[in-house]
């Protein structure tokens, strides 16, 4: 056996959040000479699956649900040892949980990925334990590397960041809105508490009570499933919002997105957003909370508005502000695909990974 080879280990295949960089992630340990396999844990909807498969990602997903730990970890174990793993780079709790147990019995360094603005406490507690069993901690945002440094414990010589996207420059461009067109508003998410969309709801309702009208009419398309989803129509029923859609979930999210004019991310927390970066590379404005790494990439005046999160009453504030202006949304766009090709390319994508990999040399 030659060179490393890492087993990433994720906790299922669910599509979007952590599975979905996951072919970028591997083509730049790849490019970097290792042998990679990924190891999922449990299937769930399996929409990760074709990207990896079309990558030429090696994949083998575990038979098995989401709580029985003990049946994974002799699972895992039997991969690691069988492909004979030279390195086990984890992503979320229970990868990494698992992984931090099992790779030091193994004598398989373990890289740990923190995704995750929101810990459960009893995964915090876990994993400030086991924080010292990893080799390196990689955060994908400032927000996230600090929070990791804060909570965990986890020394600077230890954690790295590599933000967990890179905009592609084929990305396709939202067409302008023009003079009697319904302007589109919309957003890509898990129909879920932490995405906000009640707030949004609830920011609607305070735009019409404060009689606020637009110069043009709008409408909103929320792209996603989740089990919050009977409750937001009932909330929108029940206020009277007409124009709010909730579309299931988009298996094309780029074609979805250049059907819009104004991006909406009214999340309560988040860690990286790779749905709100998609949007600004694809040359959207994005009305978003200030939370995790979208306080640093929406810029007010420059390619959208950030808004309080939890806060209808901010949120209205900024939807306000955009919807009174729409013939100025197309120029916020502009500058926001610029900034996005050029604050993550794909060669400082790659000049990031390598970075960290060779720390581990």
């Not at 003079?179 to 609830?202: F, N, Q, T």
């Not at 009419?217 to 009932?234: K, M, V, W």
């Not at 309560?268 to 590379?281: M, N, S």
Request: hydrophobic share 45%; glycine share 10%.
């Amino acid at each position: 056996m030659t060179g490393p080879r890492i087993a990433y280990v994720i906790n299922s295949l669910e599509g979007g959040g952590a599975a979905l960089p996951v072919p970028a992630i591997l083509a730049v340990l790849r490019g970097a000479g290792a042998q990679v396999r990924v190891l999922a844990l449990t299937r769930r909807d399996g929409r990760a699956l074709p990207a990896m498969e079309a990558a030429g990602l090696d994949v083998a997903v575990r038979e098995g649900g989401e709580t029985d730990h003990l049946a994974a970890a002799r699972w895992l174990t039997r991969e690691l040892r069988g492909w004979e793993a030279t390195h086990l780079w984890t992503s979320l709790s229970r990868a990494t949980i698992l992984g931090l147990v099992l790779g030091p019995h193994l004598g398989i360094p373990v890289i740990a990925w923190q995704h995750n603005a929101f810990l459960k406490p009893w995964n915090e507690r876990l994993l400030r334990l086991l924080q010292a069993r990893a080799a390196m901690w990689v955060a994908d945002s400032r927000v996230v590397e600090e929070l990791t440094a804060r909570r965990l414990g986890v020394p600077a010589d230890r954690l790295a960041t590599w933000p967990i996207y890179a905009a592609d420059p084929a990305m396709p461009q939202a067409r302008a809105w023009q003079p009697g067109e319904v302007l589109r508003l919309g957003s890509l998410g898990r129909l879920h508490p932490a995405k906000g969309y009640d707030v949004l709801i609830a920011a609607l309702v305070r735009l019409r009570e404060q009689g606020f009208r637009p110069p043009v009419p709008f409408e909103i398309a929320i792209a996603g499933d989740g089990a919050q989803g009977p409750r937001l129509a009932a909330l929108a029923a029940e206020a009277g919002i007409e124009g709010l859609r909730l579309t299931g979930y988009s298996t094309e999210p780029r074609a979805f997105l250049e059907t819009l004019h104004l991006y909406l991310q009214p999340s309560r927390r988040e860690g990286f957003c790779i749905a709100a970066h998609e949007a600004l590379t694809a040359g959207l404005p994005v009305i978003a909370s200030r939370v995790g790494e979208l306080a640093f990439s929406v810029r007010p005046q420059v390619n959208g508005w950030l808004a309080e999160p939890e806060d209808p009453v901010s949120l209205a504030t900024t939807l306000r502000e955009a919807l009174s202006a729409p013939d100025a949304l197309a120029a916020l766009g502009r500058q926001a695909r610029a900034q996005m090709l050029d604050e993550y390319s794909q060669a400082r994508f790659e000049r990031t990974g390598r970075a960290i990999w060779s720390r581990l040399g």
